[in-house]
């Protein structure tokens, strides 16, 4: 997994923006591994065409790149026709710069992706070497798509192209009631105090306690949230009533900067969550019965919501730590937090005097608090209790 995270983040590669070099370098890599294992192309060109769903976006500036798909066909004779799709996306964000979605728009560099997300790429290649050497009950379609970062497109696009009757489409469902289940692996490189985010567990009635079940053999902390609504691609997934589960290790200062290189992630934490999806797939794909889909609202209120004040913080918004409180993953360098003392990877456990145990417990919190007044906030940090004076400024207005 380090190799291939190395090659992918690589400065070679430029940051994997579709249609670029960066990007044909990245697909000849993944497509390479998945030939080797002599999993089944999509389509019936010859090498490495055989594996790719080409597709061209963009209304101003016309962009032409591939969901890379490789299929493991199933063992049982009942349920070989029912496909679970485990995916990640390989394109990023190039050299960054205005609009490209880069926290340091005005440094143009090469923004590597090394968590986002060639972690993700990482551990699917992983597991297609597993489950070609296990073998399945249910199709495995291992997905590895473009142009995540540009708004979900090369998943929309898959899914949209099953819709419609292709003559040269081989190996794959013919429609999107074949996918049963779609498990996501999107920033997996991160893993702090064993604690995992698994989303989507109320997609199906039986993935909680899958999920749980499975934490428990490996010795994971996950922390579980219902919908499988979210900014990666099990979203396009969920849209069209298919039950996902979302793998991440949440977020961090290097995320979308120049700075998220293989250095920076954690290996054994990658081999960690390698086990956990293991297991978790090969429960998911030897179920006896078709997992059900349940529609879950959408509990992301945080982009909703309007408070008078901002800390500067980026919060954990996945629930990826299993320690009481709200972690801050991302603090902004001379925003009130971060001029007050706190840091990013500090658990808020208090704001103003009143206890913070969770995403709603700090909205709440923020939309009590006024501006131009300064309130103390306690966080835990690795295992010493600090409070810190911070002074409050409105949010900037767009």
Not at 140 to 159: D, H, N, R, T, W
Request: aromatic letters at 6%; glycine letters at 10%.
């Amino acid at each position: 997994m380090r190799q291939a995270v190395e090659y992918l983040a690589s400065q070679e590669l430029g940051g994997r923006y579709p249609g670029t070099v960066g990007d044909t370098l990245a697909s000849d890599f993944i497509t390479k591994q998945l030939r080797k294992l002599k999993l089944k192309p999509v389509l019936k060109e010859k090498k490495n065409k055989g594996f790719y769903h080409d597709f061209t976006y963009g209304k101003t500036e016309k962009r032409t790149t591939h969901n890379i798909l490789a299929v493991l066909p199933g063992k049982d004779k009942k349920l070989r026709n029912e496909f679970i799709v485990v995916g990640s996306h390989y394109d990023h964000l190039g050299m960054g710069g205005q609009g490209s979605g880069s926290r340091r728009p005005d440094t143009l560099g090469v923004h590597p992706g090394a968590d986002d997300n060639a972690s993700g790429d990482a551990i699917v290649l992983e597991l297609a070497k597993y489950f070609k050497k296990k073998g399945s009950s249910r199709s495995i379609i291992f997905a590895f798509f473009g142009a995540e970062e540009q708004g979900l497109v090369g998943s929309k696009l898959f899914l949209d192209w099953l819709k419609h009757e292709d003559i040269r489409r081989i190996n794959l469902p013919a429609n999107q009631k074949g996918i049963v289940a779609m498990v996501n692996l999107d920033m997996v490189g991160r893993m702090r105090d064993k604690a995992l985010s698994v989303s989507g567990t109320g997609t199906s009635s039986q993935f909680k306690a899958i999920a749980e079940q499975v934490a428990g053999q490996t010795g994971l902390n996950i922390s579980c949230t219902p919908d499988g609504y979210g900014p990666s691609d099990h979203a396009s997934f969920v849209a069209v009533d298919i039950p996902v589960l979302f793998l991440t290790t949440g977020g961090h200062m290097e995320y979308h900067t120049p700075d998220d290189v293989p250095s920076t992630l954690n290996y054994d934490g990658m081999q960690q969550t390698l086990e956990f999806s293991e297991q978790l797939i090969s429960q998911l794909a030897n179920m006896p019965t078709t997992p059900d889909y349940i529609s879950v609202p959408s509990t992301n209120t945080m982009k909703h919501a309007k408070f008078k004040v901002t800390l500067g913080l980026m919060p954990d918004v996945m629930g990826a730590s299993r320690i009481p409180g709200l972690r801050a993953d991302i603090v902004v360098a001379g925003k009130p937090a971060h001029t007050a003392g706190i840091r990013s990877g500090d658990i808020i456990q208090e704001i103003d005097g009143k206890p913070v145990t969770n995403m709603d417990d700090y909205m709440q919190r923020l939309s009590e608090l006024e501006p131009d007044t300064t309130i103390p906030v306690k966080v835990l940090r690795n295992e010493e209790i600090l409070t810190f004076q911070v002074h409050l400024i409105p949010p900037v207005k767009k």
